[in-house]
């Protein structure tokens, strides 16, 4: 007979776990008991206030530098769309989809709509890459960027209408010579989004 078997090694085991186990669960059960009948109401947990913007213009007072190293203030900007795109050198699907911004950007030539191509990065570093791939953007490079327009992940891209609301975001890379964006930006140049 072999007392020592698994089986006597297992059943150690959960009597261990329930001797120690069933006291620790009976005292928690009975501290809510006290907690929830003492009469002593316990302090609510307070949710904090949202921090939304009092005005939405203001948002947009945001200074970014250009390739030719001047600095532009996008509040001045005072086309019926904004388009702004959040990119980096190093992010492969930011660059993926640069041909198909490049052909929105020719697409809406002369007309109502601003594109906002901005980076975080050095300018020295962005102008090169840049000049390197022979873009033809409107790029920018920003030290800090409004909180409308932070994110986690890019790209990101946020389309704004006449009143500078986020009427459209897109995280991630997509094809936006497709129809579906010139029609989306149609709409909002006719107002009829």
Not at 117 to 138: A, H, M, N, R, T
Not at 175 to 190: M, N, Q, R, V, Y
Request: proline share 6%; glycine share 10%; net charge negative.
């Amino acid at each position: 007979m072999r007392f020592l078997n698994r089986f006597f090694f297992v059943g150690m085991l959960a009597g261990a776990i329930l001797a120690v186990g069933l006291p620790l669960l009976g005292f928690g059960i009975f501290g809510l008991f006290l907690a929830s009948g003492s009469g002593n109401p316990q302090p609510e947990v307070g949710l904090r206030p949202l921090s939304f913007p009092s005005e939405v213009a203001p948002a947009l007072s945001w200074q970014v530098r250009g390739m030719d190293g001047r600095t532009a203030d996008v509040a001045e900007l005072d086309h019926s769309v904004l388009f702004v795109n959040n990119w980096a050198t190093w992010c492969g699907p930011c660059i993926r989809e640069m041909p198909a911004i490049e052909e929105l950007v020719g697409h809406y030539d002369g007309q109502d709509v601003a594109f906002v191509i901005v980076s975080d990065e050095s300018l020295e570093k962005v102008q090169g890459f840049v000049e390197d791939k022979g873009w033809e953007l409107p790029v920018y490079v920003t030290k800090e960027r409004p909180p409308m327009f932070q994110t986690r992940a890019i790209p990101s891209t946020f389309i704004l209408d006449d009143d500078r609301r986020i009427v459209y975001t897109h995280i991630g890379s997509a094809a936006w010579g497709d129809d579906s964006a010139t029609d989306f930006i149609d709409k909002l140049l006719t107002g009829s989004a």
